[in-house]
């Protein structure tokens, strides 16, 4: 259930009184943190917009945008209100019983007069619940790309934790070859300076090569932590901050590797860690 944090989805109607189109945008962020442009007529379901949001995202940046382009009423639209119409009629019966040479009431003056000619209302309850409707399906659009390109995140992180563990299995198999190719190195430069040492000094020396040399712990942990980033990936749920942090212990690992390490060998291999460690960082910084 991985779920990367950056995503677009874009949904759109029409109705018979307009068109209303989202747009949803997603970066990564520390927080939930959407904005909104609306039209004014809108503005009022913003809390609404917000609730839905905080109800199945957790982390991310949003941008959500409306658009809204209403329908040009028609003629066919147009409405009398007949009982203003009939007191301005009554009105102007009344004035010709006083003034007998009054020119004939002009019915494009009489529909200007206010309160005569009204638009047919549209719903706005139903134009709301459409615009609520539509975000709800971008909102649940934007979801499923986020959950695609987590599914492609998780893969990335699982190819770089499959060669860590590569890693952490060679440099255990050397490591007995490691301390005692460097322990028949210092013997072979205590003989070729035919320096005669206390074999109680020579064998200490040995010892504190072969602590020197020994990182099992080091690569115990690593194991250990690329287990646990593996186990991560299956949860549900956001799981970026846990994975930021076990990245962090994995560079520890490495770090002590590289400053424990006697060979080359060894040094190139925590430098290649670090690589890989590095990678998955910069990738886990989209993970929700």
Not at 59 to 84: M, Y
Request: with cysteine.
């Amino acid at each position: 259930m991985t779920a990367s944090m950056t995503a677009f989805s874009r949904q759109e109607a029409v109705y018979d009184w307009g068109s209303i189109s989202w747009e949803v945008r997603s970066v990564n962020q520390r927080y939930l943190e959407p904005s909104f442009r609306l039209p004014e007529n809108f503005r009022e379901l913003e809390f609404a917009f917000r609730d839905v949001l905080r109800k199945r995202l957790n982390r991310g940046k949003l941008e959500c945008q409306l658009r809204f382009q209403a329908v040009d009423k028609a003629a066919t639209s147009l409405k009398i209100n007949s009982d203003n119409a009939q007191a301005l009629a009554s009105a102007i019966d009344s004035l010709g019983t006083w003034f007998k040479d009054l020119d004939p009431a002009n019915p494009l003056d009489i529909l200007k007069w206010p309160g005569i000619l009204s638009e047919e209302g549209t719903d706005f309850d139903m134009m709301k619940k459409a615009v609520v409707a539509l975000f709800n399906q971008a909102v649940e659009e934007l979801i499923q790309v986020r959950l695609r390109e987590g599914a492609e995140l998780k893969d990335i992180i699982e190819q770089r934790l499959d060669a860590i563990d590569a890693i952490v299995v060679e440099v255990q198999a050397n490591l007995p070859k490691i301390i005692a190719a460097q322990k028949q190195n210092l013997l072979d430069k205590l003989a070729a300076a035919k320096v005669e040492l206390d074999p109680m000094r020579v064998e200490a020396e040995i010892v504190m090569l072969a602590q020197k040399a020994d990182v099992a712990e080091e690569l115990d942990r690593l194991a250990t932590h690329t287990k646990e980033v593996r186990r991560q990936l299956q949860q549900k749920g956001p799981i970026g901050r846990r994975l930021d942090f076990l990245m962090q212990e994995l560079n520890r690992e490495a770090n002590t590797l590289s400053s424990k390490s006697i060979v080359v060998e060894t040094t190139q291999s925590a430098v290649e860690l670090k690589v890989l460690i590095e990678q998955m960082r910069e990738q886990i910084q989209n993970i929700e």
